[in-house]
């Protein structure tokens, strides 16, 4: 599966943005989906987990209450909603894939860059 993000942007603090992550092919609905983030001099990071039905989800304490994850099947995407956001929200923000039964995220969005200004 190929993944492509997009709908970063630069906003005030205590504004919202939706990215978004739309995936290639047909076989999306097997896949366990996240967002990540890196930011400059940081490690990359698991943000939010959504499993292959969009049911259950995780998130990182972080942004736990602020962000939301979700995906249309039919459409082959998986969203971040993203509320009450900080400048330190931000960060390039990548998509990935995780085929069922594998061992980790082994599909990767080519990154989308979120700016948070106070």
């Known amino acids: 599966v190929q993944l492509q993000a997009y709908g970063g942007g630069l906003v005030q603090a205590g504004g919202s943005l939706r990215v978004s992550c739309v995936a290639s092919?047909?076989?999306?609905?097997?896949?366990?989906m996240a967002w990540f983030r890196q930011a400059p001099g940081k490690e990359r990071t698991s943000i939010a987990t959504?499993?292959?039905?969009?049911?259950?989800?995780g998130y990182a304490d972080s942004v736990k209450g602020r962000f939301t994850i979700s995906r249309d099947n039919a459409k082959n995407t998986v969203y971040l909603q993203m509320n009450s956001l900080k400048p330190e929200d931000t960060a390039v923000y990548y998509c990935?894939?995780?085929?069922?039964?594998?061992?980790?995220?082994?599909?990767w969005g080519q990154g989308t860059q979120v700016t948070v200004s106070s």
């Open positions: 990935a894939a995780q085929r069922l039964g594998s061992g980790g995220y082994g599909h």
């Open positions: 092919g047909r076989a999306f609905r097997w896949y366990s």
């Open positions: 959504v499993d292959w039905t969009g049911d259950s989800t």
